[in-house]
Each structure stands twice: as C-alpha cells, then as structure tokens.
T-cell receptor, first 113, second 110 residues
Framework: DTAVSQTPKYLVTQMGNDKSIKCEQNLGHDTMYWYKQDSKKFLKIMFSYNNKELIINETVPNRFSPKSPDKAHLNLHINSLELGDSAVYFC????????????FGNGTRLTVT | DAKTTQPPSMDCAEGRAANLPCNHSTISGNEYVYWYRQIHSQGPQYIIHGLKNNETNEMASLIITEDRKSSTLILPHATLRDTAVYYCIVRVANTDKLIFGTGTRLQVFP
C-alpha cells in the first residue's frame, strides 16, 4: 500500500494555465506538507497543514493555493503558471506528536513550457 | 537556511560500512538530528533520528557526539541500492519544518 500518493506523476503544461496536484495519505497522520525541489535539487518547504488548517506558509506566491478537504488530503492548485514553477513537488505527512518523521510521496514533476 | 554541513560526495565499496559525517555546531538543546535519503527520482526516505543518544534501527546507526555538534550516519554493509543523496537535518524545535541542505551524494561501487 502506498502511504503518501500524489497524482499526476508528470505534468506538462503551458504558461498561464491553471493546474492542480493531488495528494492523499493513508497513514492516519494529521499534518501534511508540500515541498518544492528545484533544478538545483534544493528541497524547500512551501506549506504545512494540521487538521485542515494552514500552519506554515513559506513566502510562496499567492498563485499557489493549498486546499485540504480533510486531513488525509492536501491538494495544490497553481494559477497562472510561470516557467519558474517548473520543479518537482513533493507531498509529505506526519503525526503532530513531537518529532514524528515525515513520510514523503514520490513527487510530481511539473514542466511549464 | 540549513543548520548542517555535509561533504558533497563520498564513495563506498559494496559490503563495506559507509560513514557519513554531518556538522551541526549551532544545534539547540531540544533539536533533533534527522537523516533522510533521496534515491534518484524518488521522494526523500526517512532513515533515523536522535537527540543525544546513539540510535540504531534496521537501516542504519546514528552516532551523535557528546557535545551534539556533529553526528555520523553509519550504513553497516552498503549495497548498490544505497546509492543516493543523504541529508542530515536539524529539526527546528516546536515546528514541523524540516530544512534540507545540499546533502552528501553517496556512490556505492561494486
């Protein structure tokens, strides 16, 4: 069973389009995250949600809007895509109880042309 | 910014122990040291974490110095499938934020 699953795995789209990436976890965790890995392979946190509430927002443009319909899902919607948005986006989850490790999905490779 | 420094790359012969060092000289007393790895095209995989005592699990051992300013991840018998980028991370106290650095690219060769 896949613990943290993301769809789609690959996403190719044109500048100016709006797209969404979905994430689901079946670990019963109450905190979910989005990380971005750019072409230089740096992994940076974008958002975290705890029980459907936004906890961390790391100065991400407001074109990026996370949506958490329930604590098992955290989707990422991106408006007006730009070339610089091309990256691999990773979803992760953890349990809030102190220092529980994060479990990551296998990423969505977004290419904006 | 990441609070850790790691060598950019290391090599290890298959079957030998891989010892990956990490410096975290500014670590605070209630911050944990975490290790993750990322195999090409996959998501980061949790390996182990610790506060001040040495830790061991089925994947690896973590040795933390007494002053907590550095640590070493040990893969006791490296295999080709252990080739990956290994990240040493200090977890910011009382937050869920993991700040990744540039990691160590470990190449295991036959």
């Amino acid at each position: 069973d896949t613990a943290v699953s993301q769809t789609p795995k690959y996403l190719v789209t044109q500048m100016g389009n709006d797209k969404s990436i979905k994430c689901e976890q079946n670990l019963g965790h109450d905190t979910m995250y989005w990380y971005k890995q750019d072409s230089k392979k740096f992994l940076k946190i974008m958002f975290s949600y705890n029980n459907k509430e936004l906890i961390i927002n790391e100065t991400v443009p407001n074109r990026f809007s996370p949506k958490s319909p329930d604590k098992a899902h955290l989707n990422l919607h991106i408006n007006s895509l730009e070339l610089g948005d091309s990256a691999v986006y990773f979803c992760a989850s953890s349990q809030t109880v102190g220092n529980s490790p994060l479990h990551f999905g296998n990423g969505t490779r977004l290419t904006v042309t | 910014d990441a609070k850790t420094t790691q060598p950019p790359s290391m090599d290890c012969a298959e079957g030998r122990a891989a010892n990956l060092p990490c410096n975290h000289s500014t670590i605070s007393g209630n911050e944990y040291v975490y290790w993750y790895r990322q195999i090409h095209s996959q998501g980061p995989q949790y390996i182990i974490h610790g506060l001040k005592n040495n830790e061991t699990n089925e994947m690896a051992s973590l040795i933390i110095t007494e002053d907590r300013k550095s640590s070493t991840l040990i893969l006791p018998h490296a295999t080709l499938r252990d080739t990956a980028v290994y990240y040493c991370i200090v977890r910011v106290a009382n937050t869920d934020k993991l700040i990744f650095g540039t990691g160590t690219r470990l190449q295991v060769f036959p």
